[in-house]
């Protein structure tokens, strides 16, 4: 999970290299969870995911710039979908989660299972790209 692959390219570098980041983050969660917890400070766990819902709003962002400057016809729900995403990242307790090995694998599998999806069905679609 969290690898790159070329199915998710969109055909924008500077949207592909924003995936990219983002699935490297996501890569720093699936490491996090196959170390040894006394190896592995938890504020810098903490940090990474704080950093991931910084750079997926930003990415975000951009997204739905250009979706507003081409006048999408998707725009709306596409931005809803961002929206409830960084709203459900808003619901986990990150103290919590580091500590309960049950609920990191969900928060992990939740956010690579949407991100991996929404690439595939939403942004490809928005760059026209067909799988």
Request: proline share 0%; aromatic share 20%.
């Amino acid at each position: 999970m969290f690898l790159w692959s070329s199915k998710y390219e969109t055909g924008s570098s500077f949207i592909d290299d924003n995936h990219k980041k983002l699935f490297e983050i996501g890569y720093d969660v699936l490491a996090f969870m196959q170390s040894e917890r006394n190896e592995v400070n938890t504020s810098y766990f903490k940090n990474v995911l704080k950093d991931f819902m910084t750079y997926a709003k930003f990415n975000f962002s951009i997204e739905e710039d250009y979706m507003s400057e081409i006048e999408y016809t998707g725009f709306v729900s596409h931005k809803q979908e961002h929206y409830f995403f960084i709203k459900r990242l808003c619901y986990y307790d990150f103290d919590e989660i580091i500590t309960n090995k049950e609920s990191l694998q969900k928060l992990f599998e939740f956010i690579y299972s949407w991100l991996d999806q929404h690439i595939i069905s939403e942004d490809l679609k928005l760059f026209k790209k067909q799988l």
